[in-house]
């Protein structure tokens, strides 16, 4: 069947997704997803199947039918919600990367299947070893995080400290024996840390051997480690020409240490430099992840960033915490949130000059994000029952860093709030 291109425009439909289409996710426990924004609506095991066998399979057809049917998917709401308050959402970036191949879309058979598979973009999580472990992710995508529960709290990784695909020779030799890397045209690493993991310079070399030198390599890095077996990255980097990193970075110091254990602000500017001298075509963004952990620290840290740092006001991006639901902004009590606004009033006209369109941009998000729900208790008590669990396993102290919140922790204390499950 002759599908009309439009059919999937964005614009047009409300829940097609160019994803499912043009690529696969494959977390580190084997799982496939449609992309790694939705990770609760698996389309197939890796373990089980190829991933020949999990493109053509029920659910993936299910899934591009019922979205083109204009079927919204579970998982995939943090894409509809971006697109709700005009932000440009993943789904649409997907329709940026396949448009120009409008035969891929046109040629969809009726019950979703597709006679050939055109792996565009690739996602594949080979582990979860990592570095760090910060908390505003979870034991399932850092390794180290996941020693620390394992031995806490065995049963929360079902004695599972690491996590391997155990199928990383599978997935090379699969991409390899099936011609993956004529189509290949984008290669998200992401983690776990990629910089860390010999998966991510196994597949460079691959992609070298197979001149694909001019792609796009995105990462997403926490930056704290920049040689793998004493090798420079930019031995690997200097070969392609368009690399582009989202380095994650969420406060400066102790704050930045707290929020991602294992995170060195000064290792951060020496790596910034480094890789400007030895690989000055990398392209690096700075990545924020906002919770109510640095929410009060965000003009310090953007300052740092802009001024100290130089990084272009244009390439810095934020998301929000949406899980653990416990650090989402959105449940403090609205006395801090006015808190916060007086302190947005006094700092944002630093940053009404057009060339900080993009600063001012960020914080008013954060404005209407911040207000756009009403606090959730049940949630607040969970930042208050993980922050001391963690406080106490590392020997750490909110207050000590965070004094903003040495009211907010009093007060629980001595009234409490209802208990919760997380
Ligand atoms: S709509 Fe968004 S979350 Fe869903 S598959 Fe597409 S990109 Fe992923």
Redesign the pocket.
């Known amino acids: 069947m002759k599908h009309n291109i439009e059919k999937f425009n964005p614009k047009n439909n409300k829940t097609v997704?160019g994803?499912?289409w043009c690529h696969l996710h494959l977390f580190a426990d084997n799982k496939a997803y449609?992309?790694c924004?939705?990770v609760t609506t698996p389309m197939g095991d890796y373990k089980e199947n190829t991933l020949k066998e999990i493109w053509n399979n029920d659910t993936m057809k299910k899934f591009r039918v019922d979205t083109l049917n204009g079927i919204p998917?579970t998982?995939?709401e943090?894409?509809y919600e971006a697109e709700k308050t005009g932000q440009y959402?993943?789904?649409e970036s997907?329709w940026d990367k396949i448009k120009n191949n409008p035969e891929i879309l046109e040629n969809t058979n009726e019950d979703g299947s597709l006679d050939e598979m055109h792996l565009l973009y690739w996602d594949f999580r080979f582990s979860n070893v990592c570095d760090l472990k910060c908390r505003t992710c979870d034991p399932a995508h850092s390794s180290t995080w996941g020693e620390e529960m394992s031995r806490v709290n065995p049963a929360g990784m079902n004695g599972l400290p690491i996590l391997r695909q155990g199928t990383s020779a599978k997935i090379l030799a699969e991409l390899e024996n099936d011609g993956h890397y004529d189509n290949v045209n984008e290669v998200y690493f992401a983690g776990g840390e990629p910089l860390v993991a010999k998966e991510h310079y196994i597949l460079l070399e691959k992609l070298d051997e197979y001149k694909k030198n001019n792609i796009v390599l995105w990462y997403n890095t926490n930056f704290m480690n920049l040689y793998f077996k004493k090798v420079p990255v930019w031995k690997w980097w200097n070969k392609f020409t368009d690399i582009r990193l989202q380095v994650s970075i969420d406060g400066i110091g102790d704050r930045g240490s707290y929020i991602r254990k294992g995170f060195d602000s000064n290792k951060f500017e020496t790596n910034l430099k480094e890789v400007r001298e030895n690989a000055p075509h990398v392209k690096m963004a700075a990545s924020v992840t906002i919770s109510l952990l640095n929410l009060f620290h965000l003009f310090d840290l953007f300052d740092v960033l802009l001024n100290k740092y130089e990084i272009e006001p244009s390439l810095i991006n934020i998301n929000f915490v949406f899980w653990p639901q416990y650090y989402s902004i959105q449940n403090l009590p609205n006395e801090i949130k006015e808190k916060w606004l007086v302190k947005y009033n006094n700092e944002i006209d630093k940053y009404k000059n057009e060339k900080y369109a993009n600063i001012n941009s960020i914080f008013e998000q954060i404005k209407t994000h911040l207000f756009q729900n009403e606090p959730n208790l049940n949630h607040l008590n969970g930042f208050k029952e993980y922050t001391k669990l963690y406080d106490s396993i590392r020997n750490e102290s909110i207050v000590d860093v965070f004094p903003e919140y040495a009211e907010l922790f009093d007060k629980f204390e001595k009234k409490g709030f209802p208990r919760t499950t997380i």
């Open positions: 997704c994803a499912s449609p992309c924004m939705n998917q998982g995939c943090p894409c959402s993943y789904r997907f």
